[in-house]
């Protein structure tokens, strides 16, 4: 089966259209799942709770069930809203996350475009969905609206930049600015000569992580950093006059980014679709590849979840004051340091 | 206050902030927000009209009366036992401490007392409806503040006590228990065991609060500084409870002036006080509070005088007439009750003196210059219920 799928070369037009299916497949799948095994059932855990209980085995099927509940909702555009640009914004949100899924490597070969700055191609992406928010926010003609997407945008500007400068130093080790450049020499690679588990750059690049970690939260709206979206404060921001499936798609994208990102995560930082005892040439990672990385990317998502069930929120100001005051000086000693040890090692 | 009743006067309220240009360096125009009645930080159907500046708050006007239900008249055309039915909704949170400071009054103008182990009761009770209360209040300032896990932490140890009131009342949170005289019933079978067990269990809750809240930088970073009230300030906006507790003020009806009938002189407690008077302080007040209420609780359940529950009182109740003011420490600051009596079944007039209303008064003085969501730690942390407010 493996060597069917290396040698499968569909003409231009099947490979498009696969390539089409698949991520509008795996979007869904990738919320779906986040989901209904983060915010459903760890969250209720940590929170000595039970969660859903009744749709489907042990609640399963819960989100599929609210799924279809916003499906039946009316699709209300509010009196003064710019309507056009209402009802476009959750698809431009949206449109983000389908073309972060496109440069995401499941194994060498599964990947939609192989890009060779895949690295710059998905952090220049994903900033696109303040784009969608800006609109949401200004077309809603609310006031809870408009401060939500305007505290979106600044917290965007604010955090682009830690982000990137947290990838920076990945980026300098591995040498390489495609995804799957830096999986191949995390995992070929060796720590002082012994390779038992090849190199994963979470062991040099710690501090870089933890900068990506903090970024993404506040890249998906989530607390400490959800002062976009905050609930008690301009009840839940860009998003409050949606309903039914338009909001439905605001909710698949935030999941679907946050499974995007903790993709991400781990293949600049875990090693991404390979594991280090089975050589990365080895065509059991169509199999494999997307198995690992699923399972990495769950380890990801749950550190990313649990800060997000457990702090409470910042103020905009405080969190400005975070990204460029530590965040962002922190991120430019890790170049420094990492450029350095890179000449002399 | 703006009354409600006066939509003009709102309406031309909201014109005039818009038109104001209230950045002079930016002549940038200023911006109404309307804050509830439906809002998820009022709880409940508080109004506030905030004039902003960007995000800074220039003048927050709060308006209440969306929930009144005019206690103060209906008690005219109820007899006493059946106000305490109806008075045990006002702080719906800790329904069991409004009913005392209207009994001890009506007890005072009767000239009757409870018996000793009424007395007992009646505090311990009085105190696990504080608990009740102030317990709901920590997890859900932490879930105002974007921190879900702490009110669902609390709403599950919350449980503990509400199972001792039901178990001891029959009502988990109206239990029109109180009477004239003294209590409906004694103490259930090993209900005393059974409550020292609840309290350890709510001291554990406050310890893993304080780990996982109050003690967390970004829970500070948010209440630290903010919102802060003088003491001066606070006793002439007429504070009272923790809110004032935490200014600085040590003051505290329940040690100063106890009024007979509950026994809180028979404990070894503290009353803690807080000098910065910000929302941290009324937070850490509080949750001071909620241990020594614990405290108390256990060491009257070790005390507690064996006898009768009930005094000797007329089957059919009429008050003397005469009037009388019984104020209690109640979870949200000071309770009275005036009851005016002209000798008949029902009461005169009730003046109902209840905390909340007082206690946000001084949300115009307290928000201005505020952001946005200083507003949402302000009013969490000065823990209104609006039941309290509107009566």
Redesign the interface.
């Known amino acids: 089966m493996t060597l069917l799928l290396a040698s499968f070369a569909p003409p231009y037009w099947l490979s498009t259209l696969i390539k089409v299916l698949v991520v509008s497949a795996v979007v869904p799948t990738t919320a779906l799942i986040l989901g209904m095994v983060f915010l459903f059932k760890i969250?209720s855990w940590?929170?000595?709770?039970l969660g859903p209980q009744e749709a489907g085995p042990r609640g399963t099927l819960q989100l599929l069930a609210d799924g279809v509940k916003f499906l039946q909702k009316e699709d209300i555009a509010p009196n003064g809203a710019d309507r056009w640009v209402f009802k476009v914004a959750p698809l431009v949100v949206l449109m983000s996350t389908l073309l972060l899924y496109v440069a995401l490597p499941a194994s060498m070969h599964l990947v939609v475009a192989d890009l060779d700055v895949g690295v710059f191609f998905v952090l220049a992406i994903s900033s696109l969905s303040v784009i969608g928010v800006l609109m949401a926010g200004w077309a809603s003609a609310s006031?809870?609206s408009l401060?939500g997407a305007l505290r979106a945008a600044g917290q965007l500007i604010a955090y682009e930049l830690p982000m990137v400068l947290a990838v920076i130093g990945v980026v300098i080790q591995a040498g390489t600015m495609s995804l799957n450049g830096i999986v191949l020499a995390q995992n070929d690679g060796s720590i002082f000569g012994w390779g038992g588990i090849g190199f994963p750059y979470i062991l040099t690049q710690f501090v870089g992580f933890f900068i990506f970690i903090a970024a993404v939260q506040a890249e998906l709206t989530q607390?400490?950093f959800?002062?976009p979206v905050?609930?008690?404060?301009?009840?839940s921001g860009y998003q409050v006059e949606y309903t039914g499936f338009r909001f439905l798609i605001f909710f698949l994208a935030e999941f679907a980014t946050a499974f995007a990102f903790a993709a991400i995560a781990a293949v600049l930082f875990l090693g991404g679709w390979a594991v280090p005892w089975l050589p990365t040439s080895s065509d059991w990672y169509y199999v494999l590849g997307p198995i690992v990385l699923f399972a990495k990317v769950m380890v990801v998502a749950f550190i990313i979840f649990w800060v997000r069930?457990?702090?409470?929120?910042?103020?905009?100001?405080?969190l400005q004051s975070l990204a460029w005051k530590v965040l962002i000086p922190l991120a430019l000693v890790n170049i420094v340091v990492t450029a350095v040890l890179k000449v002399v090692l | 206050m703006t009354a409600i009743s006066d939509p003009q006067s709102v309406a031309a309220l909201a014109a005039e902030a818009v038109d104001n240009r209230v950045n002079l360096d930016f002549e940038t125009e200023g911006?109404t927000?309307n804050m509830g009645p439906q809002?998820?930080?009022t709880h409940g159907t508080l109004r506030i009209i905030a004039r902003l500046d960007g995000?800074q708050v220039i003048s927050a006007e709060p308006m209440c009366g969306y929930m009144h239900r005019g206690y103060e008249k209906l008690t005219e055309v109820r007899t006493y036992p059946q106000i305490n039915a109806l008075i045990n909704r006002i702080d719906w949170l800790g329904s069991f401490a409004n009913e005392v400071p209207f009994i001890l009054a009506a007890e005072k103008l009767m000239g009757v007392e409870a018996p000793p182990r009424a007395q007992w009761i009646r505090t311990i009770l009085f105190e696990m409806s504080r608990i009740a209360n102030i317990s709901l209040f920590l997890g859900d300032f932490?879930?105002?503040?974007?921190?879900?896990?702490a009110g669902?932490?609390a709403f599950?140890d919350r449980e503990w006590v509400l199972n001792q009131i039901e178990s001891a009342t029959g009502g988990r949170f109206h239990p029109n228990f109180d009477r004239i005289g003294g209590l409906k019933d004694d103490l259930p079978k090993g209900w005393i065991e059974s409550s020292h067990t609840a309290m350890d269990k709510l001291l554990a809750f406050c310890d893993e609060l304080e780990d996982?809240?109050v003690g967390?930088e970004?829970?500070q970073?948010?209440t630290r500084g903010i919102g802060v009230i003088p003491a001066e300030i606070a006793l002439s906006y007429g504070l009272s409870g923790a809110n004032l507790r935490a200014s600085g003020v040590d003051w505290d009806l329940r040690r100063d002036n106890c009024p007979p009938g509950l026994v809180y002189d028979k404990a070894d407690w503290k009353v803690w006080t807080h000098p910065d008077g910000d929302c941290f302080a009324r937070t850490w007040v509080r949750l001071q509070e909620t241990r020594e209420a614990a405290k108390i609780v256990k060491q009257l359940l070790d005390t507690i005088p064996s006898g009768p529950v009930m005094a000797k009182v007329p089957r059919i109740i009429k008050v003397p007439e005469g009037e009388a003011y019984v104020a209690t420490e109640n979870p949200l600051g000071e309770m009275g009750y005036y009851v005016v009596s002209k000798g008949d079944l029902v009461p005169f007039r009730v003046k109902i003196r209840s905390a909340s209303f007082n206690n946000i008064s001084i949300v115009p003085w307290v928000a201005r210059g505020a952001?946005?969501?200083?507003l949402?730690s302000i009013l969490g942390s000065l823990y209104f219920i609006l039941g309290d407010i509107d009566r």
Do not use: C
């Open positions: 969250m940590m929170q000595s709770r006031k809870y401060m607390p400490p959800d002062m905050a609930e008690s404060e301009i009840v069930f457990t702090y409470p929120r910042f103020r905009e100001d405080q | 911006m927000l809002h998820p930080a995000e932490g879930l105002q503040l974007g921190g879900m896990t669902f932490y599950r996982l809240l967390n970004i829970f970073a948010r952001y946005v969501p200083d949402i």
